[in-house]
């Protein structure tokens, strides 16, 4: 994923260490080709993570560029991350990516099994970001925003909920939220700005969001999973 820069959130909730990810690469994108991207041919980058509160990563998984890679993984808890693209009929494109934290079964070497129960699938809790934006003529315009933390097992314990949105220039059009719902829906009223992909723009552009739970898991105490994507 290269070299990952932490933006905190200002926020008055417990979890005093979320914030969002800036995902910089190694050149500014070609302007002169800004005119022929749509969010059809945009792919998005996505990253979660399983974190202690002091900001050490446990577990990681996600994506550059669309390719899959997986990074880290722990002896007792693994992390499982989908994303989902649905093509909407005003033009807009929502990608839904979720995060889960699933708990190996106690035989060794055997991953947890599609039984239909989540106890039996070992999934001790969950995060989602679904981001809805459209890209065309040069312009981006992400319209809405929104965070799932939702536990899945009786050995987990939702202690707080977190999420935050991004668009153009690095600090230019932000929206975050701290909720105690399961989910929680930002519609963010913003406008079309010049578009540059996050990935090209060294630091200087956001355009993406992300969702954090603190969650304590027995067998890991009071953990933060987080759920990222940008584009």
């Not at 905190?8 to 005119?35: C, R, W, Y």
Request: one cysteine or more; hydrophobic letters at 35%.
């Amino acid at each position: 994923m290269g070299n990952i820069t932490r933006r905190q959130l200002i926020t008055k909730g417990v979890l005093a260490t979320a914030g969002l990810l800036l995902i910089p690469s190694i050149s500014f994108a070609d302007t002169s080709k800004e005119e022929q991207v749509s969010s059809s041919t945009m792919e998005p980058s996505f990253r979660c993570t399983v974190s202690t509160k002091d900001g050490k990563i446990l577990l990681e998984n996600g994506s550059k560029n669309g390719a899959s890679a997986m990074s880290m993984q722990a002896s007792s808890f693994f992390l499982d991350d989908t994303l989902t693209i649905k093509n909407n009929s005003d033009g807009s494109v929502t990608n839904t990516y979720e995060a889960g934290l699933l708990k190996r079964a106690t035989i060794s070497g055997l991953q947890p099994q599609n039984t239909g129960s989540d106890e039996n699938n070992q999934v001790a809790a969950r995060v989602v970001i679904a981001i809805t934006y459209d890209i065309s003529n040069g312009k981006i315009k992400i319209s809405k925003a929104v965070g799932t933390v939702e536990k899945k097992a009786s050995y987990a314990n939702i202690l707080s909920r977190s999420m935050a949105v991004a668009q153009g220039p690095l600090g230019s059009q932000m929206l975050d939220k701290v909720f105690t719902t399961t989910s929680h829906t930002i519609n963010t009223g913003w406008g079309y700005v010049p578009y540059m992909a996050t990935q090209s723009s060294g630091g200087f552009v956001l355009n993406g969001g992300e969702c954090v739970g603190e969650v304590n898991v027995v067998g890991m105490g009071d953990t933060i999973i987080r759920a990222e994507w940008t584009i």
